[in-house]
Every structure is written in C-alpha cells, then in structure tokens.
C-alpha cells in the first residue's frame, strides 16, 4: 500500500526492471508540442474534463527583462540539430534517429515525417540525459561490462518472444539497432548503480518519522484517498511559460481521447513515475501538494485536471478510482460467475438483434442459480464461461452497479450488441472484501527512503545538466 507518502518524487531513478524500461521508453504522443508554441498562456476557458480552472503564469521570474522588449537575430524554429557533444561524448544524428526508431517499434507507432522531426527533438533531450549520467556513474567507478547488457538485452528479446538474433534482425528492419538498445539498458543500470552507491547510503529514515506515519494513518481512517496519475513538468522562472503552453497543449491531445493518458505520461512527464505511464498509487489529499489536493478532491473519477502549477513546474492529472483509507470496499469483493453468450449470425440487422436479446432475457430469467445454467445454455445454443476470480471494480461502470445488488443465483440483465451477440452474468459466488491494514514499519521506511533518493537524484541530474558542456552541430 502506499499511504501517506508521496511516491511521485521528482526525477532521478527510473522505478522497475531494466528489461520493462526498453518496452516502456517514451512513447509516441501525436501532440508533440512544437518548439513554436505560443509564449504565454491563452486566456481561461471551460475544457471537457477539467475540473480546476486554468490558471495564469504569475510573473515569477525573478528577471530584469524590458515590458516592450526587441529581439536582435533570428531564430528559425524549423532548424534542427540532431548531433551534440557532451563532455567530449558525441550524440549523431544516427543515435537520435536509431532512439526514435526504438520508440516507435516498443509502441507499434506510425510516425509522420512532422511527428518524427518534433520526436527526434525529445529524444535527443533524453540521450544527452542519459549521456550525463552515464559520465556520472563512471566517476563513480560504475561500468556495465558487456557480459551484463548482453543478458539484459536477451532479457528484452524475449519479452519480445524472440531470440537474440531474431531481436537484431528485427531491430534493424524497424530502422534502429542493438547498440541503441543496449545504449538505453546501460544508461538506465549504470544511473540505478550510481544511485545505490552514491546516494542511497546517505538517505536516512528515522524510527519516529516512520512511527508518526502509521499514527497518522490509523487516524486518517475512513478518509478518502485517490488513485492518481500525473504527468509532471519542470519549469524555471527562465522557461515557466513556454513549459505552461505545452502543458496546455499536452492537455488537450489526452482530452481528444486518441491515446490513454499513460501514453502522453510516458512521453512527456519529467518524474520518476514516467516509467509506470505516471502512476503515483493510492494517496491521500493531505500528503499532496495544495494545488494537487484542491483538484483532486474536486475531480470525479475518470477526469483530467490541470495545468496545475506546483513547486518547480506544471503537473497534469488523471484520477482513476477513489475509496475510503483502511476501510473495506464493497467493489473489491471476488466474484465467482458464470457468463452465458449467445452469439449471433453475421449481418443481423438490430432488430432482429432485438428479438434474439428478448429471447435471451426470457430464459435468463427463468434461472433456478447456477446449477441450472449449463441446462438453460444448451436449450438457446449459448456458450458458458466460468470466472471464479473478478472483482466487482474490474468489471465495467455500469455492471459493477448491477453486480453489487444481486444475490447469489441471479442473473444480471443482456448486455451486448448486434455485432458481437447478447450476454449475461450468474452470480454463483461472492468473497466479500476484507478491511485494509496498515502497512508495516518496513514498508513506509522504504517508500520514504525511495522517495528521498528520487528527489536527490533529480537535484544530481539538474546539476549536471547546469554544469555540462554541451555543443550541438
């Protein structure tokens, strides 16, 4: 569980397996903001989904800049530079093309020329991150030996259900390559090692910190807590209203529905959730951030609010669920049920669809509990499944109602449509909930050890983009 501390820490280390981060590496979001996004924000209106009014960019940034201000050059937006040195480590536009090709091929995405021109922009962000740390973790004395690339890239093969070969034949028809696969595991390993090694020791978790956390939440029962995602990004007084407009911009591409939002997460959010499509977990409004508490609180599950300014950026969000904090939920009940189809012909127009579905219901009504089904089925033609392990807030919206008032041998009403026939569920079954539990000392001890090491390594990442010598060509 993860109560009452704030897993959405900026930054730094990715969460989860080295093997996952190669099928879960930026994906492709057809609203790439393009570098000629506007410079302030448009003014408030009401969006679909939103459930905190836009909010103006205040005028933060600490600079000495003139209000009738003359620009002296040119800036042509449409130049690219897809080839930089880091520190002496040469980025190509072959690397950069090769890194787009792999997202592409993870995501199973279609690229147009313009998509792949603003991709190529991102990617190249994120390899010179990667480049950085990298560096860092070899001053460290953190090398990858080949023999531990090779076993994670065939780790990676075979979550593409191919063999090491296969994987590079494939890799290559797809326009990228092992080594920029590989590049991708050794960045993501050797800034994890560094972590372990150089950050990780220092972070300290004390027994009363850990003791006020479980008080807290044996008081917090019964409140409610949310199921969130975020997309973060960071801003500087320098940036916040170019970082402002593409949030803006970001919003609405998920607000067009094309993609779920752990999509855009993937893409664009500069957390270390990015990696899980920005899932920050079950958490209390209390342990948020004002700004992020106030939507929260506000949104009705399945919107999306934002931009949201917080400390050092912008933040999207999406609340998935909502429940109440060590406190049974009826929606997490097991079911044991039985699902009667009866498929119909191709081409049945609705009406016939209609006749069929009253016959259907008829029968289902005649149910005597499950034991009788296997008879019912046979007598309509219809197929039986049997599922002994749903619960009731897997099932969707407007069945998970239905499914909470039957009893044990009802049936819930048809459900289905012309194309893919009628169907219904039998209740044979219920495992009510249990009530939640606090979690343990070790648990809480480690989230916020995590959660610690993540806000360090985003200061550590920060501070070496601010020192590198970057030269692009």
Known sequence: MKHDVRLAARGGRVIGAVVLAALTASAIAQGVPPQGAPQSP??????????????????????DIPTNLQIFGKLDPNVRKPTAIVNDTVITGTDVDQRVALVAMANEAKLSQEDRERLKLQVLRQLIDETLQIQEA???????????LTQSYDAVSKRFNRTPVAMRAYLRESGSSERSLKRQIE???????????????????????????????QAAKGTDEFNLKEIYLAATPANSQQVYANAKQILQEIQKGAQPFEYYARQFSEASTRAVGGDLGWIRAATLPAALSEAATTMQVGQVAGPIEVSGGYSILYLTDKRQVLTADPRDAKLSLKQLTLRFPPNTNQAQASVRAQAFAKATQELRGCGTVAKVAAGIGADVVDNDTVRIRDLPPQLQEIMLKLQVGESSPPFGSAEQGVRALVLCGRDEAAGGSVPNSEQIQGQ?????????????LRDLRRDAVVDYR
């Open 187 to 217: 960045g993501e390993l050797a800034w994890q090692r560094y972590l372990r090694k150089r950050v990780e020791p220092f972070v300290n978790v004390g027994d009363e910190e850990v003791k006020s956390i479980i008080d807290r939440l």
């Open 138 to 148: 070899r001053t460290a004395d953190v090398v990858i030996t080949p023999a531990e």
């Open 42 to 63: 448009p003014p408030q209106q009401g969006a679909s989904g939103q459930t905190v009014q836009d909010q103006s960019v205040p005028d933060n940034t600490g600079l």
């Open 448 to 460: 916020l050890e995590q959660q610690r090491v993540n806000l360090r390594a985003q200061q550590k």
